[in-house]
């Protein structure tokens, strides 16, 4: 059976007690800690940057699996770096030379990642496969936690697996946005789930184990 990844998303937590909640999640069975980083311009909320990355380091042990919803993120992905992130994944609709902040990543001996709005047309990504560790499927538009799950993506999904298994690529692909235990039934060609809200509003052990089982992990 191929592996499959539980990654809770931050934004869903109580940050004034956010270490407690990490830990919560991570003894409730999390796999990666997902950390929405937001700019006010790429999208229109704004939430945390490198330093609360930094921060969390120190907490876990879990791999820290960083989407950028930054506009030109080749400014900040070195600060991403050195605080400790372990996946970077940016949007392909965020910087005019793609392949440069795939390698930043790269080089530095971290995981890349590439996503898109889903309102991009899948193709824009393609490209970019031979760069990447990670594809993220975007399955509500980025910005907000709490959304409804977009159905018309989930062939997203299944191209991009289509693309992996064809050229016989090392890559994980993940869907964020809108996932719960009905949802994730839908994301089966999908090897890592973002869960804000599904986890964090609810038991988290409960609701992970949950989302395991709809994918048959016990
Ligand atoms: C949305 C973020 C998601 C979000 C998911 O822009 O990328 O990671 O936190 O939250 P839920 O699971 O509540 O849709
Ligand atoms: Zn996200």
Not at 49 to 57: D, I, M, N, S, T
Not at 123 to 144: A, R, S
Not at 145 to 163: L, N, P, S, Y
Request: aromatic content about 6%; glycine content about 6%.
């Amino acid at each position: 059976m191929k592996p499959f990844l539980v990654a809770p998303s931050i934004l869903s937590a109580d940050f004034a007690r956010l270490a407690e909640d990490i830990k919560a999640v991570e003894e409730a069975g999390a796999d990666w800690l997902h950390v929405d980083v937001m700019d006010g311009h790429f999208v229109s909320n704004l939430t945390i940057g490198a330093p609360v990355v930094r921060a969390l380091r120190a907490c876990t042990k879990m791999p820290l699996d960083v989407h950028l919803m930054i506009e030109n993120p080749e400014k900040y992905i070195a600060d991403f770096i050195s605080a400790g992130s372990d996946y970077i994944t940016i949007h392909v609709e965020a910087t005019k030379d793609v392949s440069k902040c795939l390698n930043l990543i790269r080089d530095s001996g971290k995981k890349s990642g590439i996503t898109l709005r889903p309102s991009t047309p899948i193709e824009e990504i393609l490209p970019f496969l031979n760069q990447v560790d990670l594809v993220l499927i975007m399955t509500v538009n980025p910005g907000f936690g709490g959304q409804a799950f977009m159905h018309d993506q989930v062939e997203k999904i299944t191209r991009v697996r289509t693309e992996i298994e064809k050229n016989n690529l090392q890559i994980l692909i993940e869907v964020d946005g809108g996932i719960n235990s009905e949802t994730a039934i839908e994301c089966r060609d999908a090897d890592v789930l973002v869960a804000g809200n599904y986890v964090f509003k609810n038991d988290y052990k409960k609701s992970i184990r949950a989302l395991k089982a709809a994918r048959g992990v016990s």
